[in-house]
């Protein structure tokens, strides 16, 4: 009897041999590769859509045929893994952590309860234990590895909220308005009441104002509210911005109230100097986000989070079925006591097999190297005279503007200046508003991404804005 949804050897081989060519010849042509959908007609983008809508078919049908489709589905983006990817908050992808992804769901182990695989599950928790020194969290601090920023961000608010004790009518909460909108989210998922959210002013250089925070935690307590949880940002996506952490934490500790920091973005900074020194105060929260597929330039769908006390994670999601009694005990936790998750896959194996085969060095140099670019980015750009550099970059985010007659007609030369740039198709770039203000961003955090592209693209923005003034 032959199980066609059981290949045999020389089949797998073949199979996977097949697959591999074409991904490392995608990989291979990155540098190549269109960095923007710019100028891609709506209709072929519609065609294409439309053609992969298709249901399965009942019979099997050819691979080519089929790798041909992924192929076409997969160039119609914006190239999210390529060197010119400079919008929102880049990652990149590594091949390794892609590699470790096919091991892991090849062998498809269960790691949701320790005693089912209790070496992966030691793998993993070297991992969340590298991630949790890495933010100076003391010996009681763990994690759980998760999707992304957002879940992460989430699993926060819910071991927070413990401290409401199911009081949640009377909670507050408080953030920027800088803060990642992943958090209002969160709030609002974890149960919260809309008016839960407290948003607390920035001083003018975006940064969080303590002194604000601390008397709005003070009108809440008098007003008979329960202020629970403060989220500050280290590295906010609009321009990188870092709060006063050792200011917040201050205020959260005279307060008794959650401190969580969304380091999302620029938690892994700290293993640079300069990050270290940017980030002091971190390790005074009770837990930080971390996107191990920002800034550590893994696959996406590869989040963190990290406390201070695992205990903290445990009390807000740990639960039992007689149907898990059979299962021994093991040296570290379950990840299904500590995160919503019971099934989940296994997230440790491609930041392990990366962090092991070129060592942790290689992070921090990637790292300090974008930097500089950033620092480069933003000298080459501050120089040219039609362009306007509201904020000096603190990690990686350079935001830049055209000058104009007034604030409308900047604006608007700033959203053409945008357009301009995506349409040479060797960067991409992405916009936001800054104090109200439309805002061009150059991202730089791809492991992909070196000099030569940040001067591309620097290139290119002076050379559009030129012709724009
Ligand atoms: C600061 C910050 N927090 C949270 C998130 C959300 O993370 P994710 O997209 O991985 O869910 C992001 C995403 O860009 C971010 O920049």
New binding site residues.
């Given amino acids: 009897m032959r199980y066609p949804l059981e290949p045999d050897r020389t089949e797998m081989e073949s199979l996977a041999e097949t697959v591999l060519a074409r991904a490392v010849g995608f990989v291979n042509e990155l540098q190549e590769r269109p960095a923007s959908l710019a100028g891609v007609p709506q209709a072929e983008i519609r065609d294409l859509q439309r053609r992969l809508l298709a249901p399965p078919p009942e019979h099997p049908e050819d691979l080519q045929y089929i790798l041909e489709r992924m192929a076409a589905a997969t160039d119609l983006a914006v190239e999210t893994a390529g060197p010119g990817y400079l919008g929102?908050?880049p990652g990149g992808g590594l091949f390794a952590g892609a590699v470790a992804d096919l091991y892991a769901r090849a062998t498809n182990r269960y790691v949701g309860m320790a005693g089912t695989a209790p070496g992966l599950a030691a793998l993993e928790w070297s991992v969340v234990r590298w991630l949790a020194d890495l933010m100076g969290m003391p010996d009681g601090g763990g994690g759980i590895l998760v999707?992304?920023?957002?879940?992460?961000?989430f699993a926060a608010v819910v071991a927070a909220r413990e401290r409401l004790q199911e009081d949640l009518a009377a909670g507050v909460v408080y953030l920027t308005e800088e803060?990642?909108q992943?958090?209002a989210k969160a709030v609002r998922l974890a149960g919260l009441p809309r008016r839960a959210l407290r948003v607390v002013p920035c001083a003018s250089d975006l940064r969080m104002d303590v002194a604000a925070l601390e008397g709005m935690i003070a009108s809440d307590r008098r007003a008979g509210l329960r202020p629970f949880m403060v989220v500050a940002?280290a590295?906010?996506?609009n321009t990188g911005v870092v709060d006063p952490l050792e200011a917040v934490a201050d205020v959260a500790a005279r307060n008794g109230i959650w401190l969580h920091v969304?380091?999302?973005?620029?938690g892994f900074f700290r293993l640079t100097a300069r990050g270290l020194a940017l980030l002091a105060g971190i390790e005074r929260a009770d837990s930080v986000?971390l996107?191990p597929?920002?800034s550590l330039f893994a696959p996406?769908g590869t989040?963190a989070l990290v406390v201070r006390d695992v205990e903290t994670l445990r009390a807000a999601h740990a639960v039992s079925g007689h149907y898990l009694q059979d299962l021994d005990e093991q040296l570290v936790p379950d990840a299904a006591d500590l995160g919503p998750e019971l099934t989940r896959e296994l997230r440790g194996l491609r930041i392990w097999l990366p962090l092991h085969l070129y060592g942790v060095g290689a992070f921090r140099d990637a790292l300090d190297e974008k930097l500089d670019l950033a620092q480069h980015a933003f000298r080459r750009l501050a120089a040219e005279g039609t362009l306007e550099l509201p904020v000096p970059p603190t990690l990686t985010v350079v935001g830049l503007r055209m000058r104009g007659r007034d604030e409308a007609e900047s604006d608007q030369l700033s959203r053409l200046l945008l357009q301009r740039v995506n349409l040479g198709r060797r960067a991409f770039l992405s916009s936001t508003v800054v104090g109200g203000r439309f805002t061009v961003r150059l991202a730089i955090l791809a492991h992909r991404t070196h000099q030569d592209r940040v001067d591309e693209a620097v290139d290119a923005i002076i050379g559009a804005a030129r012709d724009l003034a």
């Fill in positions: 929102y908050i999707s992304g920023g957002s879940i992460a961000n803060a990642h992943s958090v940002s590295g906010t996506t969304d380091g999302a973005y620029g986000t996107d597929h920002k996406y989040g």
